[in-house]
């Protein structure tokens, strides 16, 4: 008998201490949500050919002082390279803003 109420008592416990953790997290139709405002925000505003277009200039600018013609050429792919990167983590943070934004904890 003692032994079926520690495992009661202890399940009850594991039930209650997990509780919080269960409501944290973001359900897929929200996150679903945000990511369709976040890719409707950036197509009204190329924000996409912005930052990779302007990684790409900067690295044509770059490659060119320092290599001529070919160095340009390395210099843009490498900016654009770079650029989708970096717009990839900028469209991931603005996700997840708009999570915190829409359904705080």
């Given at each position: 008998?003692t032994t079926l ?101």
């Amino acid at each position: 008998m003692t032994t079926l109420k520690s495992i009661a008592g202890n399940l009850l416990l594991g039930v209650i201490l997990t509780q919080p953790l269960m409501t944290l997290g973001q359900t897929q139709a929200q996150h679903r949500e945000a990511q369709r405002e976040q890719d409707a925000h950036d197509k009204r505003h190329h924000t996409t050919a912005k930052v990779v277009g302007g990684s790409a200039a900067g690295g044509a600018v770059v490659g060119g002082l320092m290599g001529g013609g070919k160095g340009a050429l390395v210099g843009g792919a490498v900016g654009a390279g770079g650029g989708l990167v970096a717009d990839k983590v900028r469209k991931h943070n603005g996700v997840k803003k708009r999570e915190r934004q829409e359904y705080p904890h």
